[in-house]
C-alpha cells in the first residue's frame, strides 16, 4: 500500500530541534515546507486537522494530509498561508498529549496533541497503522500507553 501522503507547514517561529516531526524529514511521502511572509497553498481536497472540526472517519481516507506545525499560539496566523477548501477535520476525543506543555503566556487546548501524536493517530484511523512514525518521539511509550488505556476504542480503524 502507498503511504498517504502528508505535506507539513512548519511555522517559521517553530525550532526543527524542539520538533516532534523532525525524524521525517526525508521519509517517503512527506513534503515539509516553511512558511513564509506571502506563501499560500493550495489544501482543496487535503484533510486538514483542527481540533474543532468534524471526527476523521475511515471513510475520509484517499485524501492527502496537510498539518500545520507550530505552537498553539502561532496556529491562527500560519492558517493565512492555507487557502482553498481543505477537509477539516479532528482527532476523535479522550486522547491525552504525552508531551509536556510549557506555555506560560498561551492556554492550549485540552484536546491538543502534539504534531507527531495527531499524525500517527489520523494515519490510523485512515487504516495506515504505522507506529514507526513515532520513533524518535522522546514521549513514545508514554504516549502509546496512554492512548491504549483511554482512548483506543474512539480510535479504532
Known amino acids: 500500500m502507498t503511504p498517504i501522503p502528508v505535506t507539513v507547514i512548519r511555522h517559521p517561529k517553530e525550532r526543527v530541534a524542539k520538533c516532534s516531526l523532525r525524524t521525517l524529514h526525508g521519509r517517503e511521502g512527506f513534503t515539509f515546507l516553511r512558511a513564509s511572509h506571502g506563501m499560500r497553498f493550495d489544501a482543496t481536497g487535503h484533510l ?76 490510523r484511523i485512515l487504516g495506515e497503522d504505522d507506529e514507526s512514525l513515532l520513533d524518535g518521539y522522546h514521549w513514545k511509550d508514554t504516549f502509546l500507553a496512554q492512548f491504549r488505556g483511554d482512548a483506543r476504542e474512539n480510535i479504532e480503524a
Open 48 to 123: 486538514l486537522l483542527a481540533v474543532d472540526a468534524p471526527p476523521l472517519t475511515i471513510e475520509d481516507r484517499g485524501h492527502p494530509i496537510l498539518l500545520l506545525d507550530s505552537t498553539w499560539r502561532h496556529l491562527a496566523a500560519l492558517m493565512r498561508c492555507v487557502t482553498g477548501t481543505p477537509i477539516r477535520r479532528s482527532i476523535p476525543g479522550g486522547v491525552r498529549t504525552a508531551y509536556p506543555r510549557q506555555s506560560r503566556i498561551f492556554e492550549d487546548p485540552e484536546a491538543g496533541l502534539a504534531s507527531i501524536e495527531a499524525l500517527y493517530l489520523c494515519k
